[in-house]
């Protein structure tokens, strides 16, 4: 199992861009979960999935939408991005809700 | 007050000695609690879960819980240099249901 993968590792934005952050689970999981990390700061909650076709907002969806198609996929699209979405962004995925997330390995946004 | 409260650090210890992270939480109702080790540059990886007051036990690791104070702590016996990392505290919500991330502590193992 390759677990929790994420694309790309890296991604330098301009302001006003759009890109989109994949995540991709092999798991089988129905709870999925996107986190961005700020140097120095804990993980905050953007947004998670339930299951395919159910999504809700976390603590700071702003500037982000997601759509989960399938129980595997759950991509994170920026629109009009901005500096204040510099950051490390996690996809993870759960079995229960919550509980003993697996999380990927990470993609480094730095919006200029 | 911050809902999930970690000191910082870095927290220095001599190889083989028991390191000691704590963290308290504001949320009275909150019954799950978790520690993520996370290396740097590297992504969170769940070492302990703990739901019940008193210690859980894994090998050199152990946590502790006080419900009633309102904090989580993670012991680690004899410590490794390859110990060194940040331990995240979470905390799961009664509010959302969705875990509440300390902002970490940073752990230095010196050889």
């Known amino acids: 199992n390759a677990g929790v993968t994420q694309t790309p590792k890296f991604r330098i934005l301009k302001i006003g861009q759009s890109m989109t952050l994949q995540c991709t689970q092999d798991?089988?999981?129905?709870?999925m979960y996107w986190y961005r990390q700020d140097p120095g700061m804990g993980l905050k909650l953007i947004y998670y999935?339930?299951?395919?076709?159910?999504?809700d907002k976390g603590e700071v969806p702003n500037g982000y939408n997601v759509s989960r198609s399938t129980t595997e996929d759950f991509p994170l699209r920026l629109e009009l991005a901005a500096p204040s979405q510099t950051s490390v962004y996690f996809c993870a995925s759960s079995y229960l809700d919550s509980y003993e997330q697996y999380f990927g390995p990470g993609t480094r946004l730095t919006v200029t | 007050q911050k809902e999930v409260e970690q000191n910082s650090g870095p927290l220095s210890v001599p190889e083989g000695a028991i390191a000691s992270l704590n963290c308290t939480y504001s949320?009275?109702?909150?019954?799950?609690f978790f520690w993520y080790r996370q290396y740097s540059g590297k992504s969170p990886e769940l070492i302990m879960s703990i739901y019940s007051n008193g210690d859980k036990e894994d090998g050199r690791f152990t946590a502790q819980l006080n419900k009633a104070s309102q904090y989580v702590s993670l012991l680690i016996r004899d410590s490794q240099p390859s110990d060194s990392a940040t331990y995240l505290c979470?905390?799961?919500?009664?509010?959302?249901?969705?875990?509440?991330f300390g902002q970490g502590t940073t752990l230095q193992v010196k050889p």
């Open positions: 798991m089988n999981h129905n709870y």
């Open positions: 949320d009275r109702g909150s019954q799950s």
């Open positions: 999935s339930v299951g395919a076709g159910i999504t």
């Open positions: 979470a905390v799961l919500s009664s509010n959302t249901g969705k875990l509440i």
